[in-house]
């Protein structure tokens, strides 16, 4: 049992961006492009990845775990990087966490600033979706895009290989081709008329080089970090009593529940930079 009424840090502090691993760190990266100035905390879950399969249940108690955590260590706002998090935790956390651990606190998701864009950007009005199998299930993405354009019909494709591919660095190689041609071609073959694809999913960005090869030119492929990115810009200029709470030092620190060696050198090739991280246990 979780426990509640916890007092945080009050003083400011870093901004915390969680992901089940890896994949959130292409969300930390475009939004540090665009807001180099705040100081950073990234959490991986990695000891416990891939939640893409995992039941609502659990993905809900790692990420609270993960969420109280970050809180304990002075982040007063948290983005979930991960769209499986988002899918099946976020609402919860949102009205039923948030008011006991500390109602000054926000954790945002990364779904709506995705689904917020799609409407500007598809012409047949036709929308897919390519995520972990968790995120497809939830339907968060077809109940966030039908609030904001009922008119979009969207059809949702579960990649349950795509993440491992991911995790294991097989994203370049010639097995990465088969799986990544099979789950576009499928989505296609089930509405002809998609003419936008979300990859729902913040390890996708990796296989990036696969998934334009195997997509036609008249279909459009959205990458959600630049817009969560924006979106979060946008969210603290409408919140100057959260941006007043987040510190300004330019710095990110990394934080694994696995072996920080392995984290080192996988967010490495995320971030196309060194990576020093420190191992943590989340309970
Ligand atoms: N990167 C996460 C997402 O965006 C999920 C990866 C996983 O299955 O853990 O959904």
């Keep these: 049992m979780l426990q509640r009424n916890i007092k945080f840090p009050q003083v400011p502090g870093p901004i915390g961006v969680f992901d089940s691993g890896f994949g959130g760190l292409t969300v930390l990266r475009q939004i540090r492009e665009l807001m180099p100035q705040y100081d950073y905390l990234y959490l991986g879950d990695n000891a416990r990845a891939p939640y893409g399969t995992r039941s609502f249940e659990i993905v809900y108690k790692f990420t609270l775990q993960a969420v109280r955590y970050l809180f304990q260590i002075g982040c007063h706002l948290v983005i979930l990087g991960c769209n ?22 926000r954790v945002l998701g990364v779904i ?32 966030e895009i039908a609030k904001l354009y009922p008119d979009i019909i969207v059809t949702g494709e579960a990649c349950p290989m795509w993440v491992p591919l991911v995790e294991n660095f097989e994203f370049n190689s010639p097995g990465a081709d088969y799986f990544v041609e099979k789950s ?8 002809k008329e998609i003419d936008s694809i979300i990859l729902g999913c913040t390890h996708y960005p990796l296989l990036q080089k696969k998934i334009l090869r195997y997509t036609p030119q008249n279909v459009q492929l959205i990458f959600q970090g630049e817009y969560v990115a924006h979106s979060l810009q946008d969210y603290l200029f409408r919140h100057p009593e959260m941006k007043s709470r987040l510190t300004e030092g330019g710095t990110v620190r990394y934080l694994t529940t696995d072996q920080p060696e392995q984290f080192n050198q996988s967010a490495n090739i995320f971030m196309g930079q060194p990576i020093q991280a420190t191992r943590i246990m989340l309970e």
């Design 84 to 105: 499986t998090a988002s899918a099946k935790a976020l609402r919860s956390i949102q009205q039923n966490d948030l008011p006991q651990m500390d109602p000054e606190r």
């Design 112 to 143: 709506r600033p995705t689904a917020e864009c799609v409407g500007l950007i598809t012409k047949t009005r036709h929308v897919g979706i390519m995520a972990t199998p968790g995120t497809i299930r939830s339907c968060t993405y077809d109940m």
């Design 184 to 191: 576009i071609n499928r989505l296609l073959e089930r509405d």
